[in-house]
DNA sequence: CGGAACATTGACCCATGTCAAGTGTCGTGG
DNA sequence: CCACGACACTTGACATGGGTCAATGTTCCG
């Protein structure tokens, strides 16, 4: 099941307790850290920057991606509000991170996290417990770019922003794209072209439905996911 | 730049000294674990299986796959000796893993590891690299698979395998293929015709050498780079 | 209103997939 | 030691999904 973004901790209620040490819990320090507004196409973070700090997106959208010398870019996720972006213990950024649109992200230096872990264990688990959720958001893309037919990348993605939008209480049958079709195209490893073509088929087939191309309606949520599963015909 | 498998903690240097707390490190506490003996082609787990266990693998290959309904693969990675597998924070796996020839694994009961990680936040700060490592290598992963050709991805995937070696002390020019061309195809995102088509085009083109078809020999390293960079011609 | 950026559509092409023979290579049993 | 079968790999001929290039539409904002 393709995930966009990783959806950490934040998902869980984020009630202001304290942990056994009497330190802050994780939810707590993100929710009270200083907070970094940021404007479309500016970049958070460059690959090959040090790693300063980890942040988690408050409102906004954070396209994470690689190039490579020609140009060629492939987005890693598309990062929305409550995720957390930034993790990894490398020094150094192997993505670059740049809002789609107009943002704000709260921001915790990552040697205070990198301390807070090594001193208290279960702050450390939830480091953990991110990261692989990232990692197991990853594969699944992994399994969509290389496996996937175009028709199915691109209702594999509608269905993971629909799923996104359910875990935050949204509707899920009415989804704004927070990108353009060129990191949906960079995304899904297809062309703005074949990203173009494709919502239009669907158009066609009666599964969706668009509106001033960054709104879409899915109307048959069954058939888009026997589409992405291989399953359709 | 591709890697094979995520090389975690294992790689560094391992003196058998206690942390802090007294407790034995992570890599004496793996180095001890029992072993456990895999038969080529015989599963270590399943997606869906409940992670009772994290691995490391002491000799052998071990490929990790998911699979759609209709059976397209995805090769996630193909872990040797000194990697990691089944790091995660889900209770149930999310993918496959299969040995590809006769294999040896330490186990390590992945509650044991989670309550050593509550306990000291070092430990926990181990996984976090190691998966932070193996989350990188993924996006790698993705970035060949979505956006290289068939010549960047098999020359990207040689290079990888010769920086393994490398890594381990190994000759960086002779490469002894662990997996069958299936595996490959299924790694890079490509079918088994492609692969074969394209390691003869690399020879033909007086790049590598093949011997039996898993042994490889590089013998243009530079060209070989700038292949996989997209830098060629 | 005008222009820039983004999106759609069409025509064509090509890299890679598909299907179908071959050709090793290896292990087993006679 | 050889014969055989199984399996992996290679190679060829052909098909096609998605890329490329180019023109046109649309939206948005100053």
């Known amino acids: 099941m393709l995930t966009i973004s990783s959806s950490p901790a934040s998902h869980l209620p984020t009630p202001a307790r304290h942990s056994a040490q009497g330190t802050l819990t994780f939810e707590d320090r993100i929710a009270n850290a200083p907070v970094r507004m940021i404007?479309?196409?500016?970049?958070?973070?460059?690959?090959?920057d040090t790693r300063t700090h980890v942040y988690q997106i408050e409102s906004g959208a954070i396209c994470l991606y690689k190039v490579m010398p020609d140009g060629r870019r492939q987005v890693l996720n598309i990062a929305l509000p409550g995720d957390l972006i930034g993790?990894?213990?490398v020094s150094e950024h192997a993505f670059n991170a740049q809002a789609t649109k107009h943002t704000r992200v709260r921001c915790m230096a990552a040697s205070a996290l990198h301390k807070l872990a090594s001193e208290d264990g279960?702050?450390?688990?939830?480091?953990?417990?991110?990261?692989?959720l990232e990692l197991a958001a990853s594969r699944e893309l992994l399994l969509t770019v290389g496996q996937r037919s175009a028709m199915e990348r691109v209702a594999s993605f509608l269905l993971a922003l629909s799923r996104r939008n359910a875990r935050n209480g949204e509707r899920t049958d009415a989804i704004k794209l927070p990108m353009t079709r060129?990191?949906?195209?960079?995304?899904?490893?297809?062309?703005?072209?074949?990203?173009?073509?494709?919502?239009?088929?669907?158009?066609?087939?009666?599964?969706?439905?668009?509106?001033?191309?960054s709104g879409v309606r899915l109307l048959d949520v069954n058939a888009l996911e026997d589409l992405a599963d291989g399953e359709a015909q």
């Open 39 to 48: 404007e479309a196409k500016e970049h958070l973070f460059n690959e090959g």
């Open 87 to 89: 993790l990894g213990s």
């Open 122 to 132: 279960h702050f450390g688990l939830k480091l953990y417990e991110a990261i692989s």
């Open 182 to 213: 060129a990191d949906i195209g960079d995304f899904l490893g297809l062309t703005i072209e074949t990203v173009s073509r494709t919502f239009t088929k669907l158009k066609l087939q009666g599964l969706i439905e668009l509106d001033q191309s």
